[in-house]
């Protein structure tokens, strides 16, 4: 069953921006507590990290749809982040632009105060997380709002500028 963020990526045609905000997300992630014990993704075994994710992010890019991720995270980065950052290179391998922008930097800049998504400068996904970073009940919100998602496309657009390319952001 496609999430309504992959059905979202499928339809569009021009755009994909995601800003992420948290310093950890789902801790009880049996790859994440995986990740605590050692295991890392080994690029070169495509086979064992390509999921379903890596295929829409690809067929958006083959459409030409452009695939931007922005991360602001808090310095020094908590062991989720580090497990981000490791998986980073299936998000590349699918054509996925992505960034990081360490906290401190955003002292000036007008953030929702959700993660979210916007499409095609069209539809903006946000998403609604509990304080231990579970997806809550109702975790997805769709609007179609202009002014919102004006909104949130320009605060995309300030994090990116200011964001440092996955290749040059070491932790």
């Not at 045609?13 to 990740?35: G, I, K, Q």
């Not at 990290?49 to 808090?74: F, Q």
Request: net charge negative; proline share 4%.
């Amino acid at each position: 069953m496609a999430t309504p963020v992959r059905e979202a990526l499928a339809r569009s045609r021009r755009t994909a921006v995601h800003l992420e905000m948290r310093d950890s997300y789902m801790l009880d992630d049996p790859e994440f507590l995986a990740f605590q014990d050692g295991k890392r993704l080994d690029p070169d075994d495509r086979g064992s990290w390509w999921h379903g994710w890596h295929d829409a992010v690809a067929e958006a890019v083959r459409r030409g749809v452009a695939v931007r991720r922005a991360r602001i995270i808090s310095e020094p980065v908590h062991d989720y982040i580090r497990y981000e950052h490791d998986l980073t290179v299936g998000n590349l391998a699918a054509g996925e632009q992505v960034r990081w922008l360490p906290r401190r930097n955003t002292k000036d800049l007008c953030l929702p105060g959700l993660d979210f998504w916007v499409f095609d400068n069209d539809v903006v996904h946000f998403h609604h997380f509990t304080g231990d970073g579970q997806l809550a009940e109702a975790g997805e919100e769709i609007l179609r709002d202009a002014a919102l998602i004006k909104h949130c496309a320009a605060a995309f657009e300030a994090v990116w500028e200011r964001a440092v390319p996955h290749e040059q952001y070491t932790l």
